[in-house]
């Protein structure tokens, strides 16, 4: 019986392990990248310039909280919008000191690419405002849904 016992712990680790790597991979959004973050940017910041105003900074932690939104949003953990706000708000809070509580953010979905995303912002006045406010920093993040679908989320941060 002894002998059994190890056998029978280890193969239920495998069991365990093997079933979380397959849940994590039928998960229903895909974090994505493809330059779609640094395109979001890199527009963003021409159009800032364009109008005489500084580049914003993008941080990763920043991309991080934005990521987990568009993840949130393609996977339909939560609605297309912006259902959790306050609580982004205070992630910023914690990481960025001194805040004063100044965050904006943009959400936008089924852009191709980062430039489409960008346009949609911008001919829309409210995500425009957004970011020709006075903010230092950016946090971008992408995630498809299972269609292919991206979801884009812009955090501006002064």
């Known amino acids: 019986m002894f002998k059994f016992y190890p ?18 991979l039928s998960f229903t959004s895909v974090t994505t990248n493809d330059g779609l973050t640094e395109d979001v940017l890199k527009y963003t910041n021409q159009f800032r310039r364009s109008k005489g105003l500084p580049i914003l900074v993008m941080r990763s932690d920043l991309n991080a909280i934005a990521r987990n939104h568009s993840e949130n949003m393609a996977s339909g953990r939560c609605s297309f919008g912006h259902n959790g706000y306050s609580l982004r708000v205070s992630k910023v809070k914690k990481i960025i000191k001194p805040c004063d509580g100044y965050v904006g ?28 406010d006075n903010y230092k920093y ?14 884009y989320t812009q955090i501006f941060v002064r």
């Open 138 to 151: 950016i946090g971008i993040g992408t995630a498809r849904n299972r269609r292919g679908v991206i979801y």
């Open 105 to 132: 953010e943009n959400v936008a979905y089924g852009a191709r690419n980062g430039k489409e995303a960008f346009d949609i912002w911008k001919n829309s006045s409210g995500h425009r405002k957004n970011m020709l």
């Open 7 to 24: 056998v029978l712990k280890t193969n239920f680790f495998r069991v365990t392990f093997i079933f979380s790597i397959i849940s994590l």
